[in-house]
């Protein structure tokens, strides 16, 4: 009997442990296409409320994405360019994790570099209450991953690695990883997605890209390879639960951040947040930047209800496909009809990146002011308003003219998933997705 409680609260706390399951990416300048650094990461947390948030720090102005109701920072960038990142550790002594966001809001407001970080670190009086995976970088194309627990920390430098990239998931590197599985039981399973993605993606293209960071937020292989797709129904209503804890994506994962700094010249203004403020499978990804005026998306900030308006609708439906904490409903996520949540979401997504992606084009050239940046930010909150309203009014008997549109969101999120050199044109509703590597093809 004894032994079947500790087995049970053993169970319990590795479930709580597993909750704060963050996936991140550190990738150097000399990984991408263009020399832009970039940060990933995808937040679980049993915490959902998110907005975005511009605050002055002790030093620094700094934008981060945060919790709703008390403004904790949980990623983000400051004016300088320093940008910094997280994810528990759960294989470090003296586990303490109430200082890691802690840590972040503190690197934020006072710290213009890694070194600056890694001497703040080494100024704090030990012990700390911090067991977590740092990744930081800055304007001088300084890109890194510091392990940090209550006494000592050790950093890794992307620009070191073989292909320039580094991938935590909740287990550090510098601890011994025996027992990991047991206490985290997801965290290898991620980390070997991730780390066999972008393998594919940078011996394929040569380089690591957003977009490539992007299409892993989403990603929807497990650890074997298994593509969901490839179960795909073209019946939306079929009914097909599948268990979706081993995934990068899952039921617990709140956002998605992907900050791109800067190449060597640029000014630290035009580092740039790429985020999903809700569950990245059913919220758009839009571009924020430190502007003069502060400009933010009203969408993206609290409203009067307590919550930010994008990160609620990604929320209810990201709900809505799920049957438990455990299991989704493929058909809903995803079919080959193009209706799934995911597929409607990337449809609208294409038009904000794509109107983002040239704002910030034109902000690097000096043709786009604080003034475009407002202009996009409105044109943002009326488009996804629009968009998602139909989204939540979709109905399986009353399809009307909308079919144009759903065969339209089905061949964009193709586009999306093939980013890796195979793009489509049209594809067949009887389309079968192969798999190459770790990257989906078309084969009709």
């Keep these: 009997m004894f032994r079947l409680k500790l087995l049970f609260l053993f169970l319990v706390v590795a479930f709580q442990l597993t909750v704060n399951a963050c996936t991140i990416v550190a990738v150097s300048g000399r990984a991408t296409a263009d020399g832009r650094p970039l940060l990933l990461k995808n937040r679980d947390s049993k915490t959902w409320d998110i907005k975005i948030r511009i605050g002055q720090g002790v030093n620094y102005k700094y934008l981060c994405q945060c919790i709703a109701t008390n403004g904790s920072a949980y990623s983000g960038y400051n004016e300088t360019g320093f940008a910094i990142i997280n994810s ?72 070191d690695a073989e292909c320039g990239y580094l991938i935590r998931t909740n287990y550090s590197f510098s601890q011994d990883t025996t027992g990991v599985s047991l206490v985290s039981p997801t965290s290898y399973p991620r980390y070997k997605i991730a780390s066999s993605y972008l393998e594919d993606a940078f011996l394929t293209c040569g380089y690591i890209s957003k977009e490539h960071l992007l299409v892993l937020s989403r990603c929807l292989e497990n650890c074997e390879g298994n593509d969901l797709r490839n179960m795909a129904s073209f019946d939306e209503n079929a009914y097909t639960p599948i ?66 308006w994008l990160c609620y609708q990604g929320q209810m439906l990201k709900n809505s496909c799920f049957v438990d904490s455990i299991s989704i409903d493929l058909a809903k996520l995803y079919n080959l009809r193009g209706t799934g949540v995911m597929q409607r979401v990337m449809a609208i997504e294409e038009e904000v990146l794509g109107r983002g992606k040239e704002l910030v084009a034109r902000m690097r050239t000096g043709e786009a002011t604080d003034n475009d940046v407002v202009q996009y930010y409105a044109w943002v909150d009326d488009y996804v308003e629009e968009r998602y309203t139909q989204i939540g009014n979709y109905s399986n008997d009353n399809m009307g003219s909308g079919c144009d549109a759903i065969s339209h969101s089905y061949e964009e999120e193709m586009k999306y998933f093939n980013i890796l050199g195979r793009r489509v044109s049209t594809v067949s509703p009887n389309a079968i997705v192969k798999r190459s590597g770790n990257i989906g093809i078309i084969l009709n």
Excluded at 126 to 154: F, L, R
Excluded at 254 to 259: E, K
Excluded at 278 to 297: D, E, F, N, Q
């Design 243 to 308: 268990d979706f804890r081993y995934y990068v994506p899952r039921y617990t994962t709140t956002s998605m951040m992907i900050i791109e700094g800067l190449k060597t010249g640029e000014q630290p203004n035009l580092t740039v947040a790429w985020t999903a403020i809700g569950p990245p499978v059913a919220t758009v990804t839009v571009p924020y930047l430190i502007t003069p005026s502060r400009s933010l998306p009203k969408k993206a900030k609290k409203g009067e209800d307590g919550h930010a």
């Design 88 to 159: 528990h550790s759960y294989n470090m002594p003296n586990r303490d994790y109430a200082w890691n966001a802690y840590i972040m809001q503190m690197a934020l407001e006072r710290c213009a570099s890694v070194d600056e970080f890694e001497f703040m670190l080494n100024t704090l009086s030990k012990p700390i209450s911090v067991c977590a995976n740092y990744g930081v970088m800055d304007a001088q194309g300084n890109v890194s991953i510091i392990e940090v627990n209550a006494y000592t920390h050790t950093r890794y430098n992307a620009n």
